[in-house]
């Protein structure tokens, strides 16, 4: 999509008048191509050659099923009741990171501190521990004899270790934990884009520190969030493992759902097309955002 | 010198450090190459086989190299575009069941392996065509002798009891062997369970899944529970749980209605090296690969069975498949799973979702 963006700039520098093209834009334009040509053609290698053969195989290509047994298999409740979960855990996710993360990101684009390079390096150093480790660290700190509950439980707070892991609670703690880091790093360039000259114009002008944030600050910084939010609902849509291990068995997602239609029914066409619907999920959703908020401002600076 | 200096390097790799008698070995066994072996993976498991078939290639010449985990639906795509890349895989039952439905797998070349252990070593039930016995994995019912020191449940109906023993529970997040430990808790008996009636079983699973307080994902949450005392009795890993009482920790198994699941060597068709995949399946079945990985880890059982006769007494109380042992256990029916595996799955992630 990045590239429809791109020549659509092009165009838009010239404003209707194709025929007044300069020499300059001519070879610009053709630069522009040049250039994008490897990365157009990795992206048809690597990202949309797969995608046909997995619309291919989830229309019964490769084995022996009629064309749409795969869908109609997916209607029963069970998958839809399976769906409904994986998109809650992703929504609230996505909703919690979200507010968790743009404080933190504020802080770290807007204050100049000492504090600023710890928070990075906490940020990156979990980025760089794998998913599994991170998941059982979780269990650790969360479980009955864990951190949290011995320390509850010796200063007398509650008596009885509370349930923090193998539910809910600890998918979410976990899941959240593994996300935040996406959401930060995504806000960040968005934050460090707008022009503080803007705020200081605000206030000069006498709005006051709320106003300021409110519409000029937080407009600016939204496609930061809505790039943000994207990328860790599509990455928390795809979780499996940390929330079947920290939910205790009790929060099966789809994923789960297409790992066992793998590996122990090694149904392919079924897994295929379970795949391909959490796919048009996901770019429904961008197709949603782009009404909402444009995706194209994805790609401009913050504040022009 | 080239060759031999590749073999030794590959010999090294393999941790082979047991040097085995050259003129024991037919000359049929000789060869030369690389064979990828494909097992599921992990420390343990690299220390068993080790144990088991690693003094392969300096008595052959074949060099080895591990590979993991076996996937059915991996390998189908392989042999669809024509890459195999394994030559040697280790299948859980109904994965092997699933494979030869595809017709992915070479048929066991049992006159050379006869040639070189003889047949009545072997476990009869685990020479298939396609495949011979690997090993054989139990789940156990487990305790913490901490909160049970008068002794734990002896079946899976007292597993349940909650008056009698009251504590956490937890189970694998898998239908196989819930289905199986729901009926046995409802009191069927073990062999009375195939085939499974699979409305009576999740019934059965209604009945006990409120005491389950935990259903475990992955093995290796074994060693995390029983480390921490999370749950206080567990149908569990036998592997990981005696490798967690050998530490030191307070928890026993009884073998009473244990569940055994066998695996098989296969060679998938169109591997590499058919011809040397089959020596090395041959070679796996020795007397003294499978003693010595029994030694190390005696938590399998193992298709040569002569094997137990030159064990001493204190690892065979520990073996899933000593005499002793074996008598009252449950084995798993692999042609069920995979004939109703479909149905099952699907209506267990619905069962569990609503739980």
Redesign the interface.
């Known amino acids: 999509m990045a590239e429809l963006e791109v020549t659509e700039h092009i165009s838009r520098a010239s404003p209707g008048v194709r025929t007044k093209t300069t020499a300059w834009e001519r070879q610009r334009n053709r630069l522009t191509l040049w250039l994008l040509s490897a990365p157009l053609a990795a992206m048809a290698v690597l990202f949309v050659a797969p995608i046909l053969v997995l619309v291919w195989m989830s229309l019964g290509g490769?084995s022996q099923g009629a064309p749409f047994d795969g869908y109609r298999a997916l209607l029963?409740?069970?998958y839809l009741?399976?769906l409904g979960?994986t998109l809650q855990l992703a929504v609230v996710c996505t909703v919690i990171c979200a507010v968790l993360a743009y404080p933190i990101a504020y802080l770290m684009v807007n204050i100049r501190s000492r504090i600023n390079l710890w928070l990075s390096v906490a940020l990156f150093i979990s980025l760089w521990l794998s998913f599994l480790a991170r998941t059982?660290s979780w269990?650790?700190i969360l479980?009955?004899?864990?951190v949290v509950n011995n320390f509850l439980v010796a200063t007398g707070i509650t008596d009885q270790p509370f349930e923090l892991v193998?539910n809910k609670i600890g998918v979410y703690v976990g899941m959240i934990h593994i996300l935040l880091p996406f959401m930060v790093i995504t806000l960040i360039p968005a934050m460090k884009a707008i022009d503080p000259a803007y705020m200081r114009a605000g206030l000069s002008l006498g709005a006051s520190p709320a106003q300021v944030f409110r519409q000029i600050y937080l407009p600016l910084s939204l496609p930061g969030l809505v790039a943000g939010s994207m990328l860790v609902f599509t990455l928390a849509f795809g979780f499996f493992?940390t929330p079947?291990?920290l939910g205790?068995?009790?929060a099966?997602t789809i994923v789960?759902?297409i790992r066992?239609q793998?590996?122990?029914?090694?149904?392919?066409q079924l897994?295929a097309s379970t795949s391909m619907v959490l796919l048009v999920i996901c770019l429904a959703l961008l197709l949603a955002y782009d009404r909402v908020s444009g995706v194209d401002k994805l790609y401009d600076r913050g504040g022009r | 010198m080239y060759p031999k200096r590749l073999l030794t390097a590959a010999a090294i790799m393999f941790g082979c450090i047991l040097p085995a008698n050259a003129q024991d070995i037919p000359p049929a066994f000789k060869g030369s190459g690389t064979l990828i072996v494909n097992n599921w993976g992990g420390p343990t498991v690299e220390k068993m086989h080790k144990a088991w078939y690693g003094d392969f290639p300096a008595a052959t010449g074949i060099s080895l190299s591990a590979t993991s985990v076996p996937?059915?639906?991996k390998l189908?795509?392989m042999k669809?575009v024509n890459n195999v890349e394994w030559d040697v895989v280790d299948f859980e039952g109904?994965q092997m069941l699933?494979a030869m439905k595809?017709d992915l797998l070479e048929p066991i070349d049992y006159d050379l392996l006869f040639s070189l252990v003889p047949k009545e070593q072997l476990d009869p039930n685990v020479l298939t065509k396609y495949g011979v016995g690997s090993t054989a994995f139990s789940t156990v019912i487990a305790w913490n002798t901490q909160v049970f020191p008068n002794g734990g449940p002896k079946d899976w109906v007292e597993f349940f009891d909650t008056e009698k023993f009251p504590g956490r529970r937890a189970l694998y997040?898998n239908p196989k062997p819930s289905l199986e430990i729901a009926l046995m808790a409802a009191g069927k008996k073990a062999d009375e369970l195939y085939p499974i009636d699979i409305d009576e079983a999740f019934k059965a699973l209604d009945a006990i899944g409120p005491k389950v307080?935990?259903?475990?994902?992955?093995t290796s949450?074994w060693d995390?529970l029983i480390q921490?005392?999370?749950v206080d009795l567990m149908g569990s890993s036998l592997a990981r749980t005696m490798a967690q009482i050998a530490a030191g920790e307070p928890y026993a198994v009884t073998f009473n209605q244990s569940i055994v699941e066998q695996s098989f060597w296969t060679i998938p068709k169109g591997a590499p090296n058919v011809k040397n995949a089959q020596k090395l399946v041959a070679w796996m079945m020795r007397k003294e690969g499978a003693k010595a990985a029994l030694e190390l880890l005696p938590y399998y059982g193992m298709a040569n069975i002569a094997v137990y006769d030159s064990l001493p007494a204190a690892t065979l109380a520990k073996l899933p498949g000593a005499p002793e042992n074996a008598k009252n256990t449950h084995k798993i029916d692999a042609q069920w799973w995979l004939d109703n595996?479909?149905a099952v799955?699907?209506?267990w992630?619905?069962w569990?979702?609503?739980?």
């Open positions: 490769g029963q409740p069970v009741r399976l979960f059982f269990i650790i479980q009955r004899r864990g193998y493992i079947a291990i205790g068995g009790r099966p789960l759902a066992d793998i590996q122990q029914l090694g149904n392919l897994a | 996937d059915v639906a189908k795509i669809q109904n699933m595809d997040a307080d935990l259903w475990v994902e992955k949450q995390v921490n005392k999370e595996g479909e799955r699907t209506r992630l619905d569990l979702s609503k739980s």
